[in-house]
């Protein structure tokens, strides 16, 4: 299979994309515009629950919000003035549809639908002792064991359960729910994956992203606080605290790739945070080049940055196609020795001859950067440098974040050096740790209590990582996987 | 809509059909060949559930089995020498695909696939009391609640969970389980759904009907006993009974229409069964007439019976269309005047000027019957006498069986004078009640002890109707309706 | 394949069947109906153009009338007073849509359609002249020949292009053709392939069967005659004969098996002539046995005539699956040695020990007798007798049937006596010629000229067949296949 | 309806792409992705042809060569070493497959398939002419007529009933032809729609752009010349120039917008001519501003241009969501005014309080640009000033360009004061005439005889336009249009 696709290879992504609004008449339709908008957080699965006072609706899909949330029909069959959706990134297998959120349940006191970003590292703990105790479980997410702890609690109200489930669980989570009686947003008290708020007329949006709310003019109120729960019931808004207070520790990946650029995270623009990395770069790796060149489309903000603080003119040396973003499989293994070029083409008549400097955002693989290299080597370049956008990403992400296992990172066996040769550039560098954390506006980084979650950089994780310690990594999987396939 | 449905129409229909194999090679195949057989038990869905000693593998789809279980691509992803299959009358709703079974459950015992003929009638009373006590249902189908029961049990081994849950449920029901140990075949005591063995080189099989083992040349052996278990272990077959005994009372609708001609029913021969209902319905209500002619097909027997009889000429007044099977929906309101006849038409030459005796299986709504005796006036008939095979259907079935409301059918509100008024014909007549279990092959119907459920011909039900009692028909089915649509 | 298809094996059968309508404001709805009433006739394809005054619309579709025509949305997309459908049996391949009829053509003189049953049996010869002088065909059906010599022809009046087209063609031919100005139907001089009009309201009709007719409550006013063309305009209908008077011989086959029992052809009832010839089996190959069985559901009326003739018991001892019409692929080779019954089941506890005359209609290449005979003795039937209610069918036909080549007719080989070897029976009878002559209601077979087409079972082939002649039957096919797949 | 699609807005779009190659082991596959890096020209159908020495095999499928052409089992089915593919921009309704290209006719010679990329401007007279002589159109593309000449032609040989053909159309026409002998490529005498040949071992490629061999890594050998004809038989190249020399005039467009930036056309890279016009902006419309902003990705070339000979730091202000290329049709009128930003949004954090250039390739009917600048407002710019990379679009284009009638292009009926006053923005200014030919390497626009096709800009055609002259633009059409939808 060859690949347009422009997330599906060489990179670390987010697994999830979540949106809720309370109180609009068109709730299922904004909602749907929310999740086009965080759609580059999770492209293969998409669902929404509706509340229309009566009765819950909802409808999940493989694939895109386009072509499955879109249709008038569709939106009519969601109805009701409270919603929430989600976006995900990878499920496989036919029967899939079940684990696409959000996931839903009836529970004695009604309704009850959950979106969730992140991971509960240990989920397989728990999912293994609530079996035994007779739930049964719908889907193989980590999610679901949320509901079941809050199913069988012995807490009375819907909202002293759902913090006595929640008290139980570790990891990463931003959760958006759904209930007849109102919406509860949350994030966990470290504040790993991100989630803001916003007003649009009389109602109240949650999503993990500000674009969200640009797309449909929506204002942009504040990131909801680690650790914290809004409620929203019948229009009035109360937020509650109830985890002891802990330092918090955003992931720091969200500024490097993530999320959009047009994005305000935890304060900070995140164009801003990139073009100021590429400032970094070229401030601790300076080269002499004819042209500054991103590698399309992640790199470009940091090419910017780079080029106007060295002075080195900045060119689009790499076409990427305007059909990325589908898959292309290849037609037959005959054109595989071909070196076939969907996704980005040389600008040859630039290139030719010239000295360059790529800019991209981080290497995980390799095998991309090895590939974007020779492209340019073929076009003509006299001499390729590589310039990176973060540190050397080092450790696999248990908090919702797909990396391929530590054994696959190029950056966990090799040194700097051992890379370059690999990805056969003239010379390679990375930001810096601490110019990373200069570049989000922090002088440095704190070494005794670090100002975000960097794990992927510096194997610093922030919570027990249960399940990988009882089971490991492949028995985690396993214990979750469907038994029924 | 116009339908040339034959069974879409005014009639009572079974549920489902059940079908399982243990120890064979094709186990999934010949399922799938199996539950083709059935397929006039329960057409709107179907599903298979097999284990290959590791791994469940499950495939369910809305429709036929042909077009969703007939290519080896299907086949080969329902691997293993253990398999159980399901076709199912009525589902609703897009979502409708979790209501499909057989069901499965991932229990702390290992997997767990359910296949359920029949009908819990105080599914809705369980289902709320487990939810109160933490259990989150995936469908709304009253099969759930035995997986619930089950999961909750407080007993240690998978059989006596299983024998607990099942002396809590009440109502009709023959089950075939799937586990990681091996298949559970059962039927409730009193026999009310029918429920065969069989066996087909080592492989043993159970059905719902014989002619399920009959389309793989499978043996047939017995059938399976009221309230008896017989578990399939490692090639072994044992038998169970953990009920007390009581007097069965299997449903004996399944010879007037529900099962196939050519099945063997509790060890009776349906189509002679159905010929001796003619035959008793010449006895009793005679008629002078040039013609007997079938309502095609389900009336076929019982009228060569009559024609036998009485020495009256068989003959084929009305044909049917090939292409019945298929819904079609009529192309638009302008044609509906013209008294559309896709699934019937007249043999208008030969009915032109006589007097015929139309033979047909039973009076639900009496819509068809009134439709059917005017296209024989139509075509030119000059007499048109209707005999019924079965007595006047006066009450629901809680039993598993699709029944309109009470106050549709024709014979609880009208006696059989109005009824032929209604349906216009020269003169109407029904089997005796006594006539019937004569046709069977009992002497008359034991009024103390019946020998049979024959609650829709006379109000007498074997069980409790718990739920019926509690929330009535409409509650009921609110109680079990999802939530979430 | 495993088939449940009725027709797809061992019969011969109808190419297509044709329907057209003037002057109705349901033209489409109400072809779509005679579509359905004509399925058996093709059951492949299925196509129907309009006309409203202005526009031509046109919609065509592989597969069956039912979930192709019968929604609104579709009839609403053929909008007109004036439309013509047909129902074609075979094609294949991924571009056959373009085959599929009614054929249409932009003419100078406007839009022509074009419904077609029979076959023109030097469309190769004439094909090849036209593409010689520039003519470029979009089909490969034998049909678009007329379209092509209708466009070049040096006639002025449409009418005389279209007389002028058809006095070239050979074969048989009943058209029904839509244009700007009206309708125009005809039928060949032979009058091989049937051909009727009816009346419904104000519209005139025509079809291939009455049974059209019949679906809607049209009444059934006549046959067209052979050679006669009847032009249908402005409400107005006339008739013009523009070919030499000839014998007609229209096709015997049509009573045997092809028509709905229910049609009346060329002034018979259908079913009445099966029963004659089951009566004249009967008589002159009498058997001693104890019931008689028709092989469903074609053999059925003549199993009746049989006897009632014989006075042998009519009984049902094959059980035809309610699901036929619908293909079901064989899940694997694996239960290939099963002996699959799909399509039809032994009624095992009537035949067990009987001895039993089958009545089947016609035997083409013997396989699927042979299989009902080893099912008969499986189920323990002491005595199985064949009864055929046709002579042997020794040749292929070239107008307009599907015919397996002459290699493979088993009784174009094999005599009475090995043929009844091969099927393994204990007798085989067929009706003689000339008894077939008396069930329609002639004396006998006019032997010098005679009454019906019967060259399936004579060899005496009313028309030249001059493509089989040039190219030889392999030869006419690859002349007409598609050049590009 | 809401669109993400970058093209379906308001631009002038391509209407077609062609490749063919001649002598590969993997003809269909090398097509195929030859086609997917033409897709910018035309997005909503696809098709190839081949032929494998005996038979040619055909598909064409509505959308993206992605998920049409990318299956090994659809490249499987167009075997053979020859191939011809194209991608067509527009085609509407249903039965709208036949348009799809290449074409193909079955004519005495042989198999015949083209791929036409342009649009002959006298087809409506040429149809009406061949119609007339008993040719039957099986399309209402203006290509077929090629083929209906080719096929009537009095000429002998293929090639001269090609040539003949040729020598009778008007407009323009880059083909590749598809026959048993071989390949032929040609370009119209004035050469307005590009053609290039490549090389890819031992087989022989055409194109509409280079960047079709890049993909496969094929090698640019040059551009097809206007007026000349390029044969590929048995691995030989030949070529012919049958036409009286004229001088060419190649679309100026394709530079301006339609090829993508990384082809070379006629001997020029588009990204550096684009650049070059953006230098120019500079220099003849100098503007004082903070920052100089792409409108993307088209606009990309000539904003680094105009931001390296202003100064003016070049940045991202407004970031293009990743999901174009799928069309998001709008969930309801509900939320039609919120104003919704599928597209494009406004990278707030930078634009807030500054002073902007933005820099477009062109502007059709205005309203997207009056979005952007309105964006760009509402997201705090303190001025918003717009360049654009063409001078002002004034006429149709009646060569195979989709242009709006002419009454919609916004500067056919406004000068650029009242252009600006309409897009609401600081100032607005266009590039020259002369600028735009400085830029493609002219000194400036030889008035006598221009050097390219710029109708569009100046009203100035090369070819007579007879349809037009005819029967007016919808004259045209509707001689064209299908009489049978």
Redesign the interface.
Same mark, same amino acid.
């Given at each position: 299979m060859l690949t *347009?696709n422009?997330f599906d290879d060489d990179k670390l992504h987010e697994e999830c994309g979540i949106f809720g609004i309370a109180g609009s008449?068109?709730a %299922? %339709?904004?909602t749907?515009?929310g999740l086009? %908008?965080l759609?580059?957080r999770g492209q293969e699965a998409a669902g929404i629950?509706s509340f229309d006072g009566e009765?819950?609706? @909802?409808r999940r899909a493989m694939g895109?919000? @386009?072509?499955n949330?879109?249709?008038?029909d569709?939106?009519? +069959?969601l109805g009701g003035s409270n919603a929430v959706g989600h976006v995900r990134y990878s499920t496989t297998g036919?029967?899939a549809l079940?684990n696409v959120q959000p996931l839903?349940?009836?529970?004695?006191s009604?309704?009850f %639908?959950i979106a969730h970003n992140g991971n509960i590292s240990n989920a397989g703990t728990l999912r293994k002792a609530l079996?035994?105790?007779?739930?049964?479980?719908?889907s193989t997410s980590d999610t679901e064991v949320i509901?079941?702890l809050l199913? *069988?609690s012995s807490y009375r109200s819907l909202l002293d359960r759902f913090i006595d489930a929640l008290k139980q669980v570790e990891g990463a989570y931003s959760l958006i729910c759904l209930t007849s009686e109102g919406m509860i947003a949350c994030r966990d008290p470290l504040g790993v994956r991100p989630l803001v708020m916003g007003k649009?007329g009389e109602a109240w949006l949650f999503a993990s992203e500000t674009?969200a709310f640009?797309?449909?003019?929506a204002e942009f109120v504040r990131a909801v606080d680690p650790g914290e729960l809004v409620i929203v019931q019948k229009g009035e808004v109360r937020s509650i605290r109830p985890f002891e207070q802990q330092h918090q520790r955003p992931c720091i990946f969200e500024h490097v790739y993530f999320s959009?650029?047009?994005s305000?995270v935890d304060g900070t623009?995140v164009?801003?945070v990139r073009k100021a990395i590429g400032e970094q770069l070229a401030l601790e790796s300076p080269v002499d080049a004819d042209y500054v060149i991103p590698v399309p489309?992640s790199g +470009?903000?940091a090419a910017?940055g780079f080029a106007?603080t060295s002075g080195i003119?900045?060119?689009?040396g790499i076409?990427r196609?305007?059909?990325?973003?589908?898959?292309?499989?290849?037609?037959?293994d005959?054109?595989r020795h071909?070196?076939?070029?969907?996704k980005h083409?040389?600008?040859? @008549?630039?290139v030719e001859g010239r000295r360059i400097v790529l800019i991209d955002d981080s290497i995980v693989r390799g095998t991309t950067s090895l590939k974007i290299v020779q492209m340019m080597r073929d076009a003509g370049a006299a001499e390729v440098h590589m310039r990176i956008a973060s540190p050397p990403t080092r450790h696999s992400c248990f908090y919702g974040v797909d990396t391929p296992e530590r054994s696959k990172l190029l950056a966990a066996k090799h040194d700097i050096q051992e890379m370059n040769t690999f990805i056969q550039a003239d010379s390679l560098a990375f930001v810096s740790i601490d110019g990373l954390y200069r570049a989000v506006g922090e002088g440095q980084r704190n070494m005794a209590q670090p100002q975000y979650c960097d794990a992927c950089f510096t194997g610093d994780y922030p919570t027990p990582l249960t399940d990988q310690d009882e089971f490991g990594l492949e028995n985690q999987f396993s214990l979750l996987a469907?038994?029924?396939?």
């Open positions: *347009t422009p008449d068109s %299922a %339709a904004v749907a515009l086009h %908008a759609q580059h629950v009765e819950f609706h @909802a895109h919000v @386009a072509g949330f879109d249709s008038e569709v939106i009519d +069959t036919a029967s079940r839903f349940a009836d529970l004695s009604g309704g %639908a079996v035994r105790r007779g739930s049964i479980f719908q509901i079941h199913a *069988t649009l674009v640009d797309v449909v003019g959009r650029p047009d305000i623009s164009y801003s489309d +470009t903000p910017i106007q003119p900045f060119e689009l076409i196609s305007h059909y990325v973003g589908r898959t292309f499989i290849s037609p037959g005959q054109v071909l070196g076939v070029k969907l083409n040389a600008n040859r @008549a630039l469907e038994r029924v396939n």
